[in-house]
């Protein structure tokens, strides 16, 4: 059986070149880490495009000196915007999104130098509206600095997330330690901010993503994407599934956010599309039923022992899939 082993990063536990790996040496498959803009990206994209990765000492969320990493490719700089500035690198304690900024991501975009950047926007600790970055850049004022625009005219905003600009900080506020009030305050602030700014990104879809970063780079000439059908394509995914007879994904927690543009939602998509059958594998499943295309669902569920529950998850889920696989459309 060719089977193709697709998952995206177990959060806080395993990265998807991690996860893709372990499925692949418990089962001979072929390990292709996905992503949809947010973590394992920088996994993902570097495992099609090669390159190298660096780190650079940026601004972090809350002003102090971080280290960021991005991967430099061949005309390429990809970067996650939670290296800079995502709610990771913020203690709990200190969550704040009226104090967090995206200094550090702008930082990082300058230090892509003339390549295009591939930007991916999840796990922020921001509801800035790309303020910023757009400082970081040169661009604010009456004399935008013309480096810090051609940056923004050469990137790639991975979005996971289809929120509009306005919605963000009733959608993500919360989980980034905004209290009801500052909800108010933040929803007010964005609503002036786009008043500001040189393009009305207010209906754009995804112009919410990372709290408004990637609706105000849009501003500036960014092209906003959607990541996990972006990262797809880059990665020859279609092309790999032609070869497949079992596609292996999963992520930390399998839920109804995982079917709505993200990565694992879209790998169920792009193989019941081919005919090609999946099993899961998962930390905790969540949902009432299997998606159509799904045969088998195997849960993992001791985050301290992750490496070991993946690799027999994936073994359980190719024995169960085997019993029912399908014929093959071909």
Do not use: N, Y
């Not at 177990?10 to 947010?38: C, H, N, Q, W, Y």
């Not at 000492?57 to 971080?66: C, E, F, N, S, Y």
């Not at 919360?174 to 108010?184: D, E, F, L, N, S």
């Amino acid at each position: 059986m060719r089977i193709l082993c697709a998952p995206t990063a177990f959060k806080e536990t395993l990265s998807a070149s991690e996860a893709a790996r372990i499925m692949a040496d418990a089962t001979g498959g072929e390990p292709v880490p996905v992503a949809d803009g947010g973590d394992g990206t920088l996994d993902a994209l570097e495992s099609a495009l090669g390159g190298r990765r660096v780190r650079r000492r940026v601004t972090g969320p809350l002003g102090d000196p971080v280290d960021a990493e991005m991967l430099l490719a061949p005309g390429v700089a990809v970067i996650e915007m939670a290296s800079a500035s995502g709610l990771k690198l913020v203690p709990l304690h200190r969550r704040d999104p009226l104090r967090t900024r995206t200094w550090g991501v702008g930082e990082l975009m300058s230090a892509a130098g003339s390549r295009r950047v591939w930007l991916g926007v999840g796990g922020s600790a921001t509801v800035d509206g790309g303020l910023g970055a757009l400082a970081a850049l040169g661009v604010l004022g009456p004399r935008p600095d013309p480096a810090g625009l051609a940056v923004i005219r050469r990137t790639t905003v991975l979005c996971d997330v289809r929120t509009r600009f306005l919605d963000a900080p009733r959608i993500f506020g919360p989980q980034k330690g905004a209290t009801p009030r500052q909800v108010r305050l933040l929803e007010e602030w964005l609503r002036r901010w786009s008043a500001m700014l040189p393009r009305d990104i207010r209906k754009l879809d995804g112009g919410g993503a990372a709290g408004g970063l990637a609706g105000g780079l849009a501003a500036f000439g960014a092209r906003l994407v959607a990541g996990a059908p972006f990262i797809l394509k880059a990665v020859h995914f279609d092309r790999r599934l032609r070869r497949a007879d079992l596609v292996l994904t999963g992520e930390g927690r399998f839920d109804a956010t995982s079917l709505v543009g993200k990565a694992p939602g879209e790998v169920i998509v792009a193989a019941r599309s081919r005919g090609v059958p999946v099993a899961v594998v998962c930390g905790r499943w969540s949902l009432p039923r299997r998606p159509r295309g799904v045969i088998a669902v195997v849960e993992s569920r001791d985050p301290a022992r992750a490496r070991e529950g993946v690799a027999r998850a994936a073994a359980e889920a190719v024995r169960r899939a085997a019993k029912v696989r399908p014929s093959r459309r071909r």
